[in-house]
């Protein structure tokens, strides 16, 4: 079984919460992915201007490649655009805040 951690600037990062990914044909669970918590979130964010100025010289068809593989991961995984729209929502208010503090 196959078990991918989270992907951040650049490298895999493992977490102790996963998550079972299951064959939408089978039922049958395929691998497991980590979690990300507060500390990979942060990390993310904050690698995120770094990663956007290396996408910035990738040519837009490949960066649009990239992102459709991304949402049929995450539609793979069950979370469909309505799941992803609510956890950015909440990724957006929880940075807000901690900026204001």
């Not at 079972?20 to 942060?42: D, F, I």
């Amino acid at each position: 079984m196959e078990s991918r951690g989270c992907f951040i600037n650049g490298g895999w990062v493992s977490t102790t919460e996963r998550l079972a990914v299951m064959s939408p044909w089978s039922g049958e669970t395929v691998g497991e992915v980590s979690l990300a918590g507060p500390g990979e979130w942060e990390a993310a964010i904050t690698a995120a201007p770094k990663v956007a100025a290396t996408l910035s010289r990738i040519y837009s068809q490949e960066r649009r490649g990239m992102l459709e593989a991304m949402v049929a991961g995450v539609e793979a995984l069950g979370l469909g655009r309505e799941g992803v729209r609510q956890a950015m929502e909440e990724l957006t208010n929880i940075r807000f805040v901690a900026l204001k503090v």
